[in-house]
């Protein structure tokens, strides 16, 4: 079975501030790591996934993640906020061989303040 | 394609009464996932389909719930006798077999009274 911890449950930032939302998962299996994120009144989106190769995976709007394996973590990075990011981030896993079930963590709210 | 919907948006309902909520996923997609999410928790894996077949249900899903997909199309999911505690956003999410990446409807929120 996996699990998924998401260390801070809200972390606010001033617009322009570099930000860092922390994940870390357990899981007796390889996995997929994915973050989703869900803007107010919204539905889930994915943000960016990791499936295999560079450990550093980037999204179309500046947000970066790096797997990890040794410290079992996916963080979430990026370098300047904007307002626009206030949102939900969710860290997920699933494993690679069996299904695709989501193993979701309980969720970060950023909140990017001006 | 308009992505995966959800209907009813919101529900409010009764302690006791059955509700009845709908997906339609994504068209191209064969597998559609049901989650539930509750206030402050990230969501919860009920139940997935790979077309019509139901090939996995979490322990979460009680005997009061009961979920179909009888034309690999479009699924329902059935609460029967609501409880308070059942009140959360139900999501739905779909995609293609072997595909790592699911996409995710509005939800449905159910509040119970």
């Known amino acids: 079975a996996q699990s998924v911890t998401q260390l801070d449950s809200q972390v606010p930032v001033f617009e322009e501030a570099p930000v860092e939302l922390r994940c870390n998962y357990s899981?007796?299996?390889?996995?997929?790591l994915f973050w989703y994120v869900q803007y107010p009144n919204q539905g889930l989106q994915l943000l960016l996934k990791?499936?295999?190769?560079?450990?550093l995976v980037e999204s179309i709007n500046g947000f970066e993640a790096e797997f990890n394996k040794s410290q079992t973590s996916f963080h979430l990075r990026k370098p300047s906020v904007h307002i626009s990011d206030t949102a939900e981030y969710f860290c997920?896993?699933?494993?690679?061989?069996?299904?695709?079930?989501?193993?979701f963590g309980a969720g970060t709210i950023l909140r990017v303040k001006s | 394609d308009t992505g995966v919907s959800q209907d009813p948006r919101h529900k409010i309902t009764k302690r006791g009464q059955n509700v009845t909520f709908r997906c339609d996923p994504i068209?191209?997609?064969?597998?559609l996932y049901w989650y539930r999410q509750t206030l402050g928790q990230g969501p919860e894996f009920l139940t997935y389909?790979?077309?019509?077949?139901?090939?996995?249900k979490s322990r979460l899903l009680s005997d009061r719930f009961s979920a179909e997909r009888p034309k690999g199309s479009f699924s329902t999911l059935e609460i029967q006798r609501t409880e308070q505690g059942d009140s959360a956003m139900y999501l739905c999410?779909?995609?293609?077999?072997?595909?790592?990446?699911?996409?995710f409807g509005p939800g449905t929120r159910l509040t119970v009274t």
């Open positions: 999410a779909s995609s293609f077999a072997g595909g790592n990446e699911q996409y």
């Open positions: 389909f790979q077309n019509e077949a139901q090939l996995e």
């Open positions: 899981s007796s299996v390889s996995v997929y």
């Open positions: 990791y499936l295999s190769g560079s450990t």
């Open positions: 997920a896993v699933s494993e690679r061989e069996y299904g695709n079930k989501l193993v």
């Open positions: 068209s191209e997609h064969n597998r």
